[in-house]
């Protein structure tokens, strides 16, 4: 059984479609990946699954049940951590551990040891007695990420969760979540970070403008629309870039332009002839990734949003 169920998933914000109609089934125990430019609806997807933000079209089930009818019996089982930080600034670190712990009737010991455990786990454990206000960015988000395990969650969702950590913190993130995998957790995370999909997710949801626009294992989805390689290059004389791009669709070449570069997506087997390539000054090759299969599916780039 999966443990999420989407079935024509719909958000409206006023005249705004944020989802525009998702269906999609997460298992148990996989790592499943959203990603997606700014405003795809990654956020506002994941609230509705975490039962903070009423779905407006379609139904979410959550290991079995309605999130809409059990929000709290689906909560008690979930970690969350929001895009925002929302800690709270009154507490210092620790007491902002132990008072989370109270939502989920943890005993007073018992959610003390977690929150101890926890900040350890991702190396807090001197901050304890500091301020919120005193944390480093990457600070914050590690300690969202550590209060959002107090209640040892089957499922744990994340939104965005790396966002302006230092490289070395950023391992340090990804090293933790792939063990809470190993332990057997669900991971759900919204990213716009293509090294992040291709590290931690089993399968990956391409979102834009609120549809999923192409789902898989990312090495399958680098496989299906990235090609062999990746041309970029620019067209020798400006008078002839409508020739030049139709004789690559003739040649059975799909590409992209983005400003003055063209993208050329080729295939297996595939070649540009000596003509074309006269016509063209090639700028860069490289091996395809994630970001050319959304450049390739959108013809937008996922960085420059
Ligand atoms: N509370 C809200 N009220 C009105 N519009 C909203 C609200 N929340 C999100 N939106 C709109 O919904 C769309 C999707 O936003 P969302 O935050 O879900 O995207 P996202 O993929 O998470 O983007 P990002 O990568 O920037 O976090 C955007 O057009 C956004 O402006
Ligand atoms: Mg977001």
């Known amino acids: 059984m999966s443990i999420i169920e989407i079935r024509g998933v719909v958000k409206r914000f006023g005249s705004i479609t944020a989802v525009a109609g998702v269906d999609v089934d997460i298992a148990h125990g996989e790592c499943f990946g959203l990603l997606g430019p700014n405003g795809a609806g990654k956020t506002s997807l994941v609230r509705m699954i975490v039962g903070v933000s009423p779905i407006t079209e379609g139904s979410i089930m959550v290991d079995g049940r309605d999130i809409t009818r059990e929000p709290r019996l689906i909560k008690a089982q979930l ?80 939104d965005e969760p790396t966002v302006g950590l230092d490289p070395q913190t950023k391992h340090l993130v990804w090293r933790k979540l792939r063990s809470l995998k190993a332990q057997g957790t669900t991971l759900l995370l919204c990213t716009q970070n293509m090294d992040e999909a291709s590290f931690l997710c089993d399968r990956l949801a391409i979102m834009n403008e609120g549809r999923i626009i192409a789902l898989g294992p990312p090495q399958e989805l680098v496989r299906k629309y990235g090609g062999s ?77």
């Open 79 to 158: 970690g969350v951590v929001p895009q925002e930080d929302n800690l709270d600034p009154d507490l210092n670190v620790l007491d902002n551990l132990v008072t989370f712990a109270r939502y989920f009737d943890i005993a007073k010991e018992e959610a003390r040891q977690r929150a101890l455990t926890n900040l350890q786990l991702f190396e807090l454990q001197d901050r304890q007695r500091a301020k919120i206000e005193e944390l480093s960015g990457g600070m914050k988000r590690r300690l969202l990420i550590a209060r959002a395990l107090t209640n040892k969650p089957m499922l744990l969702v994340l």
């Open 229 to 305: 390689q990746i041309i970029e290059a620019r067209v020798r004389s400006g008078e002839r870039r409508d020739l030049v791009l139709s004789r690559l669709g003739k040649q059975g070449l799909q590409w992209q332009e983005i400003e003055e570069t063209i993208y050329v997506f080729q295939g297996d087997g595939q070649v540009l002839d000596q003509d074309l390539l006269s016509e063209l000054v090639i700028t860069n090759q490289h091996i395809p990734s994630l970001e050319d299969v959304f450049l390739k599916l959108t013809g937008r780039s996922l960085k420059e949003q």
